[in-house]
């Protein structure tokens, strides 16, 4: 029996989904969340098999909530609901650890397909979004500072690309999808690592190892 967490903040919707997997023998709704708060509590405290998250909650990025979920139930598999198969949130999520998604509005049985691929092991990708996450992911190999800095985790790279290239907080935020008090403290354990006095000492340094270039 694949047991499903449904996280959702539209009443409607959920009654949709639930009544969906419902007429799988071998599907089991044990619970929903409404925000990002409640899907991290009851994923730890249900240990779903698959957890279906909305992207946009009342209380944050569903982004965020699947990167909390995997961190404290590393066997549970998140698969992203998702208005638009193209959406940069999209790529992020995948990023976070989701294992796919599927959109809204979509068939019973493309819904009960893509949580039965997903409580497999599988993942559920469109051409679009698999194409732009193997780019990511291929060059993670080259991407520049990723020797000269080996203290700094993936994200604080990240974080440090973006502010050598001249992004304050909230542009950063914007960019990889967090909240920008996520993002003042990759600044500040990044200045730390690094032994640096401020953001201008942080971008010179960065900049010197080949981060900061616009890849476009």
């Not at 139930?73 to 698969?79: E, I």
């Not at 809204?104 to 497999?120: E, F, H």
């Not at 990708?125 to 992911?137: I, Y």
């Not at 203290?151 to 304050?168: F, K, N, P, Y």
Request: net charge negative; with cysteine.
């Amino acid at each position: 029996m694949t047991r499903v967490l449904l996280v959702d903040d539209h009443p409607l919707f959920l009654d949709g989904v639930r009544a969906a997997l419902s007429t799988e023998p071998d599907l089991e709704v044990v619970g929903e969340a409404h925000t990002c708060a409640e899907a991290v509590e009851q994923a730890a405290r249900l240990a779903p098999d698959v957890v279906l998250m909305d992207l946009n909650l009342p209380d944050g990025s569903g982004i965020e909530a699947t990167r909390a979920v995997l961190v404290a139930n590393p066997m549970t598999h998140v698969l992203v609901i998702t208005m638009a198969d193209d959406d940069d949130a999209v790529v992020a999520a995948m990023r976070a650890g989701a294992r796919g998604y599927v959109v809204k509005g979509a068939g019973r049985r493309d819904l009960v397909q893509a949580v039965t691929t997903v409580a497999a092991g599988g993942a559920v990708f469109s051409p679009v979004v698999a194409a732009r996450l193997g780019g990511f992911f291929s060059g993670l190999a080259a991407q520049p500072g990723r020797e000269m800095f080996p203290q700094l985790s993936q994200r604080e790279r990240e974080v440090l690309d973006l502010v050598a290239r001249g992004l304050d907080n909230r542009r950063i935020a914007r960019e990889l999808f967090l909240s920008e008090k996520t993002v003042r403290n990759h600044v500040s354990s990044v200045l730390s690592k690094l032994d640096l006095p401020d953001r201008s000492e942080a971008i010179a340094r960065a900049r010197r190892a080949g981060l900061g270039q616009d890849r476009g």
